[in-house]
């Protein structure tokens, strides 16, 4: 085996480094890349000849000094949108969304399938799964030689190693090792990532969050995620890739929660509980309370914003709770920013009062939060470029 050795290590490091920078910042020249990085002229030359040979990036838009002044004229880089793609699959409850990125991170083509998730077993799931990719690379038409791999963003706790989900909502049975079987199947390396480190991923790719080292990402939806970037990385603990803030309790005899226990902060703010709450109140069209559809709980939001005081006050209560899990975390990360989103954000503007009344009340007195909760619109696609900017991260 060739043994790596620390050059080769800060060789990568800056390629990925170039390659990056290009992504969040688009075409620019040789200097300019060197403004960004702060890696040497002699380094960004011989990286930058090596993609271009390789067909990572091009070489274009010659631009004069417009001064009429003597020298080299600029030659512009930027990514080759058709070199490489990634597949990025989010496994929801009996539906599998798919998201093809290209080169630059951008979604280039996508497709949502029923699949009954919830009904299948290992086996079952890995050749549904696998069914539905060849259809997806077929109809698409994507070369195999360019897809650098397939990524699965899943909610629920993610083994670290990535090898597999040890539990998630939307699948049958635990620790399900997907990502093997999934490679031998398709020919093609395999990824995993929880949903809410996805978001965490996808918010750092956008300008307002790529200079911040300490951000949490919140995912409000049918559970409560949390993803959390240290130092610019996305952590992970020893065990299991995922942050389980939504299972930190509020109270210790508070409601049922899905996972099992009682009073967790999800058991109170995920889409399933205000439902519940909901329905204990009003006469509710028959549904799985578990799992609320998104009109449904659009419908909630109505009653809510025409003034009806029972619907305020459970999203209220929700509110508190959040507000109460927010001034924790700020306790014990006191991060730059918390970046509140995903598809419950629909109740955001219902929950925000007694959010931040809750989290002003118990912050602790040397810890400011001003300016530092805010909301981020959610777009279904964001699990997705998060799961592309982890593929990307891996194969670069």
Known sequence: ?????????????????????LRLHGELARVEIGDHTKLSPATITSITSELVQQGLIVEQNVVLDPSGGRGRPK????????????????LSINE??????????TIVAQATQAMLTVTLNQEQLVDALSKAIEEFIQHYEVKRSKLRGLGLAVQGVIETQGKGILW?????????ELVEQLQLKSQLPVFIANDANCLAVALTQLPKYSKLDNLVAIQ????????????????????????????????????????????????????????????AIYNLPPTDMLHPSEKQML?????????????????????????????????????QKIVISGPGIRAY??????????????????????????KHNWDEDMAGLGMITIMQ???D
């Open 1 to 21: 085996m060739k043994k790596i050795t620390d050059t080769e290590l800060i060789r990568s490091a800056n390629r990925r480094d170039i390659i990056q920078t």
């Open 96 to 105: 599998v969304r798919f998201m093809l990125g290209d080169t630059s991170g």
């Open 349 to 374: 503007e219902h929950m925000k009062e007694s959010m931040l009344r809750t989290l002003h009340d118990n912050l602790l007195p040397y810890h400011q939060a001003e300016n530092v909760v805010e």
């Open 393 to 395: 991260q891996h194969t």
């Open 299 to 335: 419908d909630l939001n109505q009653l809510t914003e025409q003034d009806n005081p029972a619907m305020a006050q459970i999203f209220s209560q929700a509110g508190t709770v959040l507000g109460m899990g927010l001034a924790n975390i700020m306790a014990l990360f006191n991060p």
């Open 168 to 176: 998630s909502p939307a699948i049958k049975g635990k620790q399900l």
């Open 220 to 279: 409000l939806g049918y559970g409560v995620g949390m993803g959390l970037i240290v130092n610019g990385e996305l952590y992970q603990d020893a065990s299991a890739a995922t942050t389980e803030f939504g299972h930190t309790k509020f109270s210790l005899n508070g409601p049922q929660c899905r996972c099992g226990g009682r009073g967790c902060i999800e058991a109170y703010v995920g889409d399933y509980a205000i439902y519940r709450d909901a329905s």
């Open 75 to 90: 030659v512009k880089l930027q990514l080759n949108n058709q070199a490489a793609f990634y597949l990025a699959i989010k």
